[in-house]
């Protein structure tokens, strides 16, 4: 590959809650389930990414983010599963699709989110990915994404060969795909097929017609478990057969189905063996027992995202901080840590931070990330506590806790205008490298500084203070023991430690 594969559509969360049914509802005649069990996962166009990262493939994916708790979600399980977020601004809501199930079927679903926002333009950083991509996924799911006028023409020009999964709701691919991979039901509303004839015959002259109409180089028509009619620019359709015969949870075979071609693609097959390889790559996944087993560990145990108390502490209340000050066309900063021992070193970074725009969100580690960045000893004040501290000082006007050992993910999901560090994490100046999160940043057009930290103030000294040690930091941030009677010296420290 000489490039990422990139899936470009529209993504949801997705709920599955697990329980028995032993009785009726008394005021009711419906069943009352007793929840057992529930997981969250990326749907739509974040599953397929998901599926194509399983697979050994490097995949970035470019949707749309709401500012809600349920996009923070998402960043999160997306970015635990190895997938490079490039979010877009989405208005309203993020979509949930919530799954109740008992013994493995599903009693009701519940949708949630309303109706689709309108996706924002893509940046700089998104038009060159899809220049540079291997292959391209557009997974559309008919909330928009799809629709972006920039984002279609990125589409058209790129020189990567194109899969198109189609909705019905969605927009007609661009003209010159590589593959379009609908459904037998999808394929007969897209390509207005009347019915009368034998399956195959329906679903040949759907695939022909949709083909020709689109202008795309083949589309193959997927039959559940009967396997798959390719239809390309040849009289005779090619019919591909499930290797195995499998009945179970179909969620998402469509998903690993695309996936799998694009990844075949985006590694030199020809679309007849990508077709192929997605047959028996979707075969297979039913047949194992669908999402619930195909899902890499880091997704399914991915911990949620942590909320706290208080009106400016969590997910939603940072969205809502963050979206107030956009619609008023504001600038968003955002600042990360430990903020272990809150001292006035981290004081005057966060007021210097909150300059610089309109709004400041703290990203916070949680206690098992300070735990394992910093050892068992920390952090000394615990999360809650740290969140609450950070949200009473007036220029703080939002925290997010993350559990993660990076902010990565909540800065994928917040895409604040401007990140802001203190202290010696990099002179922001001349060739020395910048701040890790300085190319997350540039995905959204974001920047990132330093400002200046208060010389002598340190988290670790303050510690080292209180159990009666007297330590020094050297210039590089290590810490070295000093001898008791020796002069402390002026450290050199980190400013969110």
Request: hydrophobic share 45%; aromatic share 2%; with cysteine.
């Amino acid at each position: 590959m000489r490039g990422p594969l990139v899936v470009v559509g529209d993504t949801l969360l997705d709920r599955d809650v697990e329980g028995v049914v032993n009785r009726l509802c008394p005021d009711s005649p419906v069943p009352v389930l007793d929840e057992t069990a529930a997981a969250d996962r990326p749907g739509g166009a974040g599953l397929a990414a998901v599926f194509a990262a399983a697979a050994g493939a490097e995949v970035a994916l470019v949707t749309a983010l709401a500012d809600d708790a349920g996009a923070a979600r998402l960043s999160s399980l997306l970015t635990a599963a190895g997938v490079q977020v490039y979010g877009l601004p989405l208005a309203g809501a993020t979509p949930e699709k919530v799954r109740l199930r008992a013994r493995g079927r599903v009693l009701l679903r519940h949708d949630r989110g309303g109706v689709a926002g309108e996706p924002g333009p893509p940046g700089e950083a998104v038009l060159r990915l899809l220049a540079g991509a291997s292959a391209v996924l557009v997974s559309d799911y008919g909330r928009g994404v799809a629709r972006q006028p920039a984002l279609r023409a990125a589409l058209a020009a790129t020189r990567a060969p194109v899969v198109w999964d189609p909705h019905p709701r969605g927009p007609v691919a661009v003209p010159g795909v590589r593959l379009v991979t609908p459904n037998e039901p999808e394929a007969r509303e897209l390509a207005k097929v009347p019915p009368g004839g034998s399956r195959l015959a329906v679903a040949a002259r759907a695939g022909q017609g949709l083909r020709e109409r689109w202008r795309a180089g083949a589309v193959v028509v997927t039959l559940g478990g009967d396997g798959a009619l390719l239809c390309s620019a040849g009289a005779t359709p090619l019919m591909v057969s499930a290797p195995v015969s499998a009945e179970g949870d179909t969620c998402g075979a469509g998903d690993r189905f695309a996936s799998a071609a694009a990844v075949a693609l985006a590694g030199g097959a020809l679309v007849s063996e990508a077709v192929q390889a997605a047959v028996g790559a979707a075969s297979a996944y039913v047949a194992d027992g669908g999402v619930a087993a195909a899902l890499p560990p880091p997704v399914r145990d991915c911990p949620p995202v942590l909320v706290g108390g208080g009106e400016r502490i969590g997910a939603a209340a940072a969205g809502a901080v963050v979206a107030e000050v956009r619609a008023a066309g504001g600038t968003v900063v955002a600042t990360g840590g430990c903020f272990d021992l809150l001292h006035a070193g981290h004081v005057a970074t966060l007021q210097a931070a909150r300059q610089l725009g309109d709004c400041l969100v703290v990203c916070l580690n949680s206690d098992a990330s300070v735990t394992g960045l910093k050892g068992p000893d920390r952090p000394v004040i615990p999360q809650g506590d740290r969140a609450r501290l950070l949200a009473a000082l007036s220029c703080v006007d939002a925290v997010v806790v993350f559990d993660e050992p990076t902010p990565h993910a909540t800065l994928g999901w917040l895409r604040p205008d401007i990140w802001v560090k203190g202290g010696d994490y990099a002179t922001g100046v001349g060739d020395g490298p910048g701040l890790p999160e300085g190319e997350l940043l540039r995905r959204w057009g974001g920047d990132s500084v330093v400002v200046p930290y208060l010389d002598g103030r340190s988290t670790t000294d303050m510690i080292a203070a209180a159990r009666g040690e007297r330590r020094r930091t050297g210039p590089t941030g290590d810490v070295r023991p000093e001898p008791a009677g020796a002069r402390p010296a002026h450290p050199t420290t980190k400013g969110a430690r």
